[in-house]
């Protein structure tokens, strides 16, 4: 089930921006979809971990992590930012290209975006922003999935999304975009289980 949308109308940054701040969403080519309730303790404990991990691994790098909220905005073309009608907010990106930050947050692909699963995002992360991700060229792609203990990997490969790499959530994994970030599931699996 996806997520449901503000309405029927075509929507841009410009409007985003306008609205209250008391419900949070994302826009993808102008359609307006209202984010989940909060997200639940274990998604919020496996986001951190995550985030932890991959934050020390990139201390002096120029890479750099953000999680959410930490607006995305993906651009069609050279359109300007009031124009732009994609903005997500995914869990945790990496953003290697300092000319894609700025003080909104991104412009432009990541290179790596995770989203961790919760039940009322699972299809909207697992069908529409895959597809999103895919077209804007997000280079690697993760789906989490605390419940099921698996990470499902799509790599970018001549602009598609390959068959996707499913791993359980045991020992170390390496992001193939990024092989300096290893992954340790069990400091994740740690926090799942307290």
């Known amino acids: 089930m996806g997520l449901p949308r503000r309405d029927l109308e075509y929507h841009t940054y410009a409007d985003y921006c306008s609205w209250p701040d008391d419900v949070r969403y994302e826009l993808i080519d102008g359609m307006a979809f209202a984010m989940g309730p909060a997200p639940a303790r274990r998604h919020q404990a496996a986001l951190l971990e995550l985030a932890r991990q991959v934050a020390n691994i990139l201390e002096d790098s120029p890479c750099r992590p953000y999680i959410a909220p930490f607006d995305v905005r993906l651009p069609k073309t050279d359109e300007t930012d009031d124009d732009v009608d994609t903005v997500v907010q995914p869990d945790l990106v990496v953003i290697c290209d ?15 975006v995770v989203e961790v699963l919760s039940p009322s995002t699972a299809g909207h992360d697992q069908i529409l922003k895959r597809e999103l991700y895919q077209r804007v060229g997000v280079r690697e792609y993760w ?20 068959m996707p790499d499913v791993r359980e959530m045991v020992g170390t994994l390496a992001v193939s975009v990024l092989p300096e970030i290893m992954i340790d599931w069990g400091r994740v699996a740690r926090e799942l289980d307290d």
Do not use: S
């Open 98 to 112: 300092h000319a894609k930050l700025d003080d909104k947050g991104c412009r432009g692909a990541p290179d790596w």
């Open 143 to 162: 789906l989490v999935h605390p419940a099921d203990r698996i990470v499902t990997i799509y790599t970018l490969n001549l602009g598609r999304y390959a």
